[in-house]
């Protein structure tokens, strides 16, 4: 069983708020992920991390940002939240054997589900 | 920019059927992964391919990894409703990039 947790669940949250959803994980994992995710849709990948005060961002152009300052710890801030922000976001978290090896298998958490009213 | 297709996208079809699901890129993957995904839960891993030409089995699922690494399919025999789900192909080395998905559905 996968030791990823990410909280809230569920969230609604009036437009303008500001918010932060949290994901911890305690295998010791180097690389995180955050995926962004529309009931049913494929996953859009909007920031990683190699290892702490290591991000990057996704393919997809996110207003979200990241921060990685434990190596369990990845949590996820929007400033100002819109109605265009809701969606699942999906943490997950992956063993880096070595850079550029091949990639092992990515644990996931149950998401974060997003709703902006 | 790595991409992954897959095909269908939707696929609904009767339990007892067989069913075959691909995904396919125009780069090089050292591997590929393939996931599958139920409702309000994050994606679980169900197989990884490695070697150009392999095929892997998991019970009714077998798994192939293209001769040139470029594309991957997932065969049900025999569905079962309880196959019903989103299923993804994952590939990347620096990032895990995921594919557009195929949304399966058993009827009983």
């Known amino acids: 069983e996968a030791d990823i947790y990410q909280t809230p669940r569920y969230l609604v949250i009036g437009t303008g708020k500001k918010i932060t959803l949290e994901c911890s994980q305690t295998?010791?994992?180097?690389?995180m992920y955050w995926y962004q995710q529309d009931p049913g849709m494929e996953l859009h990948l909007i920031h990683y991390?190699?290892?702490?005060?290591?991000?990057e961002k996704g393919d997809l152009s996110s207003e979200s940002t990241v921060s990685r300052i434990r190596t369990e710890h990845f949590p996820l801030t929007l400033e100002s939240a819109r109605p265009s922000h809701t969606s699942q976001y999906l943490c997950?978290?992956?063993?880096?054997?070595?850079?550029?090896?091949?990639?092992?298998?990515?644990?996931f958490g149950q998401g974060t589900r997003l709703t902006v009213v | 920019t790595q991409l992954l297709e897959q095909s269908p996208q939707f696929l609904s079809i009767q339990e007892g059927e067989n069913l075959t699901v691909y995904c396919n890129s125009s780069s090089v993957f050292s591997s590929l992964q393939w996931y599958r995904q139920e409702p309000g839960e994050g994606p679980v891993l169900l197989v990884t391919?490695?070697?150009?030409?392999e095929v892997k089995k998991l019970k009714r699922l077998t798994f192939q990894f293209g001769d040139a690494r470029k594309d991957s399919s997932l065969h049900i025999t025999a569905a079962q409703p309880g196959d019903t789900g989103l299923y993804l192909c994952?590939?990347?080395?620096?990032?895990?990039?995921f594919g557009s998905g195929t949304r399966l559905s058993i009827r009983p």
């Open positions: 295998m010791g994992h180097d690389k």
């Open positions: 994952a590939g990347g080395i620096r990032k895990i990039i």
């Open positions: 991390s190699y290892g702490v005060n290591s991000t």
């Open positions: 997950a978290s992956s063993e880096s054997l070595y850079l550029g090896a091949l990639n092992t298998e990515a644990f």
């Open positions: 391919v490695v070697t150009g030409g």
